[in-house]
């Protein structure tokens, strides 16, 4: 039975080095774009926020032990971020968009505690 036991707790523990390989790796990944590509090269906006986004989804997924609210997070961030490399991102877009944000995650988590 003891056994039995330690050997259910060792599969449903949580192994984070291989996320905290795959963050080190999209951060080193996108230092190494913004020092090395020029901005005006074909598709460097795309790759740039792609790499942003996704970085910030495992780095935040990884804080804060939820991935639900690393995707939040990140996206949140990610389109602030578009915002400003379009010249529109000011502090209101981001209480707005961080309200928003706020306002899903209270939502989701209200929905699934009373599930």
């Known amino acids: ?6 050997q259910k707790q060792i599969r ?4 984070f080095f291989p996320t905290l390989a795959v963050t080190i790796l999209l951060w080193i990944a996108l230092f190494g774009l913004v020092y090395f ?13 792609a790499l942003v986004f996704f970085a ?4 935040f997924s990884t804080a804060f032990a939820n991935s639900r609210r690393g995707l939040l997070t990140a996206s949140a961030l990610t389109l602030f971020l578009i915002l ?3 010249g529109v991102g000011h502090i209101i877009n981001f209480l707005l968009i ?3 944000t706020i306002s899903i995650e209270i939502y989701f988590a209200k929905n699934s505690a009373s599930t």
């Open 37 to 49: 590509v020029e901005p005006d090269t074909f598709g460097a906006f795309f790759v740039f926020f």
């Open 12 to 15: 449903e523990r949580k192994n």
């Open 1 to 6: 039975m003891k056994g039995k036991l330690r």
């Open 56 to 59: 910030l989804l495992f780095t």
């Open 98 to 100: 961080a309200g928003v």
């Open 84 to 86: 400003r490399s379009l």
